[in-house]
């Protein structure tokens, strides 16, 4: 199937409220732009160098959202422009986004990583952590940025039940969290799900699917 097949089939699947980030890390601009005239607008991509470089190629009414792990060092390449940055997992880099985005006179929408899977090598905040950035008082004075929701990525594995525990939790500590709500604080997306377990993510209450290899075939 085409990439705008591809596309068009996995949107019929889903419900109204949830959005769809393209993922499409490693691809060609070609690629990406036959998802684009497909009517894709939101891209995912997990790179910043990669990223800024098919911003500056394609039409600027794209969303471009940063799913990856963010070096605090890379973030003024993408502050201009970028609209939404998934992975954010320290009151540093947090600081660092906010101390750029000041200079951009920009705000910037951010959803902080929470560690679900069993996998060391995934990123993200325990609980315990989301709780300690979220009542430091560094946070409350970060005028710059907003957290807008949470994000997750579950154990690579076939076992249903556990991602669905994994999903479960997120969505609990989302539920949690969502009550809670300040000047550059408000739950209100939560990113989860890619291609091989987004049903189920959306099952367990994903407001936002980042799909990759499904709408764009595998990757090296
Ligand atoms: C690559 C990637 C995806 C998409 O993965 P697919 O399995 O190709 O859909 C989603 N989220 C993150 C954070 C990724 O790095």
Known sequence: MSIQENLLQIKSQLPNHVTLVAVSKTKPVSDLMEAYEAGQRIF???????????????????????????????????????KLIHGVDSLKLLKEINRHAIRWR?????????????EETKFGLDENELADLLNSEEFKEM?????????????????????????????????KYKQLETSNLKLETLSMGMSGDYQLAIECGSTMVRIGSSIFGGRK
């Not at 990223?51 to 471009?64: A, G, L, Y």
């Not at 907003?146 to 609990?172: C, H, P, W, Y």
Request: aromatic share 10%; with cysteine.
């Open 44 to 82: 995912g991509e997990n790179k910043i160098q990669e990223m800024t470089e098919k911003w500056q190629q394609m039409p600027k009414d794209i969303e471009w959202h940063m799913i990856g792990h963010v070096q605090s060092n890379k973030v003024k390449y993408m502050v201009e422009y970028v």
């Open 106 to 118: 920009k705000n910037i929408n951010c959803l902080l990583q929470i560690h679900i899977a069993e």
């Open 143 to 175: 005028n710059n940025i907003k957290v807008i929701g949470l994000m997750g990525m579950a154990t690579f594995t076939d076992n249903q039940q556990q991602i669905k525990r994994e999903f479960d939790f997120l969505k609990s500590i989302f539920d």
